[in-house]
């Protein structure tokens, strides 16, 4: 990743024509929720493996509702949070190699294409609380027929989504510097405005905020109200996502 910010009105040109917009396989990485977010411990305390989670169902709830979405493949060892994610509708993939969120992903990549082995393919970050389902299918759209793209996150240097047409690897580079690594790796990056809800990934109570700002989903909002995170009148009108 460069230290670029995305300008979001700035047009690029499709390299190619839009990859399907159906079917696609999403593959989401979760933690066990022990050690997740845990740059969020001094602003969550203990509640931070609740959020954690909250973040995660809110993803999926959205990511299973956006246009397109053939399935959800989520890759997580957390028993207990499998289960709830399995309960919205997702499929729940053990992550055997345990290495690694790269790792992971290749993992749940290779179960999704034994699912579907002609469907487009993406990861996606599981701490999107504010994901909007029209939004994130105005994201898979824009994907190339061919080869592979990625999103940058809200601050320009990491990856929320990376996709790869039918026929394509993967290929995940994600963590610290993953914009510029997956850019180096090949994949064409997606510049596209009216995709925040897409680019907002929570690890700090800053995100948080900006995650709050553009308004959460269900799960979220309830737990920020009960921890008071909101301002009071933010609490009495609420912030959850339209449908």
Not at 202 to 222: F, I, K, Q, S, W
């Amino acid at each position: 990743m460069t230290q670029d910010t995305v300008r979001p009105g700035r047009p690029v040109a499709p390299a190619a024509p839009a990859a399907p917009a159906a079917d696609w396989s999403l593959v989401v990485p979760l933690k066990r929720l022990a050690g997740a977010k845990s740059r969020l411990a001094p602003f969550a305390g203990p509640h931070r493996p609740d959020l954690a989670l909250s973040f995660a169902l809110d993803t999926v709830a959205a990511a299973l509702a956006a246009p397109g979405t053939g399935r959800v493949l989520v890759v997580t060892r957390d028993a207990g949070a499998g289960a709830r994610l399995a309960a919205l509708g997702a499929l729940v993939v053990d992550d055997e190699p345990g290495e690694g969120l790269n790792e992971a992903l290749a993992h749940g990549a290779a179960a999704a294409l034994a699912l579907a082995p002609h469907a487009p393919l993406a990861a996606l970050s599981a701490d999107l609380p504010a994901l909007r389902p029209a939004e994130l299918g105005r994201v898979l759209a824009a994907v190339p027929a061919t080869g592979r793209a990625f999103l940058p996150d809200a601050p320009g240097l990491g990856t929320t989504l990376l996709a790869c047409a039918p026929g394509s690897p993967l290929d995940p580079a994600f963590g610290d510097g993953s914009r510029a690594r997956h850019a180096a790796g090949g994949a064409r990056e997606l510049r596209l405005s009216g995709v925040e809800s897409v680019r907002r990934d929570v690890d700090t109570g800053e995100d948080l905020a900006e995650a709050l700002a553009l308004g959460v989903g269900p799960r979220t909002l309830a737990l920020a109200t009960l921890l008071g995170y909101l301002p009071r009148e933010r609490r009495q009108s609420g912030t959850a996502l339209p449908g």
